[in-house]
T-cell receptor, first 109, second 115 residues
């Protein structure tokens, strides 16, 4: 079983739509959680950390559900510039970072 | 801004060649990492280092070695390149020692093709 699993998509949504991605993790002792964004042929960049109480950054909301072992990313009012691959990252401690394979989002005009 | 620089953006090598991938970071980070990224497999950790001359194996170290003689530089070495090592190689660094909430800063990647 993979440490981190994501639906690869692609998710094709119109501009202005709300879209949500989930990511499940297998290690219940996982300590910290992140969403990274990766544009085509570019390196991943941190989008946001995911906190236990949930957190928001503008149009982006991240949530953690420890009981069901998943994290989510919600994007409201999608922009064309949101088109990218979103990587779920889980840290199980002591530099053990596990990356999901990514969910590809395309926002359509 | 933190800068992580990888020496080559694209590299083409022949089977059996020794290949060096260089990575330099300019923010005095303790931790440095080498990943490879393949379609459908995501990022997989090859090796990491949390101090000069220290290294630890990641998930897929076979066929690779690393060198960290200076804090800012972390080199990945393919002793004898094989076609299954064709991949995107990403170097990353992070500022804290063994912290669980650290942010990774990535270089722009090296697309290596082994023919």
């Amino acid at each position: 079983r993979k440490e981190v699993e994501q639906d690869p998509g692609p998710f094709n949504v119109p501009e202005g739509a709300t879209v949500a991605f989930n990511c499940t993790y297998s290690n219940s002792a996982s300590q910290s959680f992140f969403w990274y964004r990766q544009d085509c042929r570019k390196e991943p960049k941190l989008l946001m950390s995911v906190y236990s109480s949930g957190n928001e950054d503008g149009r982006f909301t991240a949530q953690l559900n420890r009981a069901s072992q998943y994290i989510s990313l919600l994007i409201r009012d999608s922009k064309l510039s949101d088109s990218a691959t979103y990587l779920c990252v889980v840290n199980t401690g002591a530099n053990n970072l596990f990356f999901g394979t990514g969910t590809r989002l395309t926002v359509i005009p | 801004d933190v800068k992580v620089t990888q020496s080559s953006r694209y590299l083409v090598k022949r089977t059996g060649e020794k290949v060096f991938l260089e990575c330099v970071q300019d923010m005095d980070h303790e931790n440095m990492f080498w990943y490879r990224q393949d379609p459908g497999l995501g990022l997989r950790l090859i090796y990491f280092s949390y101090d000069v001359k220290m290294k630890e194996k990641g998930d897929i170290p076979e066929g690779y070695s690393v060198s960290r003689e200076k804090k800012e530089r972390f080199s990945l070495i393919l002793e004898s390149a094989s076609t299954n090592q064709t991949s995107m190689y990403l170097c990353a660094s992070s500022p804290r020692l063994r912290a669980t909430n650290e942010k990774l800063f990535f270089g722009s990647g090296t697309q290596l093709s082994v023919l």
